[in-house]
T-cell receptor, first 115, second 112 residues
Framework: GAVVSQHPSRVICKSGTSVKIECRSLDFQATTMFWYRQFPKQSLMLMATSNEGSKATYEQGVEKDKFLINHASLTLSTLTVTSAHPEDSSFYIC???????????FGEGSWLTVV | DAKTTQPPSMDCAEGRAANLPCNHSTISGNEYVYWYRQIHSQGPQYIIH???NNETNEMASLIITEDRKSSTLILPHATLRDTAVYYCIVRVGEAAGNKLTFGGGTRVLVKP
């Protein structure tokens, strides 16, 4: 199956700093990538949808200036959590849809802890 | 979006078939039924999807009722490693960017 890789898998940052999470499609070109957030014992919540070369579309209630998404190429999307606070601590997961295919594949997820 | 309803949890015995139900009574004609699972602390894993015909792959079988208002995911021989949260999702159409919206899922515990 298609492989989506995230980096870092775990990161700890200080409150007020920014942290970047990368999402790469390793063996396919991803026209669309999605970013989710998941708090403990809860389901995945979609944050935004990004298409290569265009601005991301954010879900209602998600601050676009706080969660910066860049989809610079067909294999890479990045999520930057700006001015992180402890309440941003969560499991962040990306997914990607391959060009010309219906199925969406997920990365392994990235644990963010803000101290 | 067509919403789905799944039981919050179920147990099944190792080596036996696990049948996971899902109701999606408001599904539209061009919407697919997707199944994913999430093992603890990992990203969701694609299992199978279908439109109206039954589907089978190396992981599972998907049975969709004729009226498409419900479906069942079948894990033919459950193993301990199948313990996970299983999500039944109806995919939104092209105009909404093909995004997957997750509900609560079914927490499946496979017991020895």
């Amino acid at each position: 199956g298609a492989v989506v890789s995230q980096h870092p898998s775990r990161v700890i940052c200080k409150s007020g700093t920014s942290v970047k999470i990368e999402c790469r499609s390793l063996d396919f070109q991803a026209t669309t990538m999605f970013w989710y957030r998941q708090f403990p014992k809860q389901s995945l919540m979609l944050m935004a949808t990004s298409n290569e070369g265009s601005k991301a579309t954010y879900e209602q209630g998600v601050e676009k200036d706080k969660f910066l998404i860049n989809h610079a190429s067909l294999t890479l999307s990045t999520l930057t959590v700006t001015s992180a606070h402890p309440e941003d601590s969560s499991f962040y997961i990306c997914s990607a849809r391959a060009l010309g295919r219906d199925t969406i594949y997920f990365g392994e997820g990235s644990w963010l802890t803000v101290v | 979006d067509a919403k789905t309803t799944q039981p919050p949890s179920m147990d099944c015995a190792e080596g036996r078939a696990a049948n996971l139900p899902c109701n999606h009574s408001t599904i539209s004609g061009n919407e697919y039924v997707y199944w994913y699972r999430q093992i603890h602390s990992q990203g969701p894993q694609y299992i199978i999807h279908g439109l109206k015909n039954n589907e089978t792959n190396e992981m599972a079988s998907l049975i969709i009722t004729e009226d498409r208002k419900s479906s069942t995911l079948i894990l033919p021989h459950a193993t301990l490693r199948d313990t996970a949260v299983y999500y039944c999702i109806v995919r939104v159409g092209e105009a909404a960017g093909n995004k997957l919206t997750f509900g609560g899922g079914t927490r499946v515990l496979v017991k020895p």
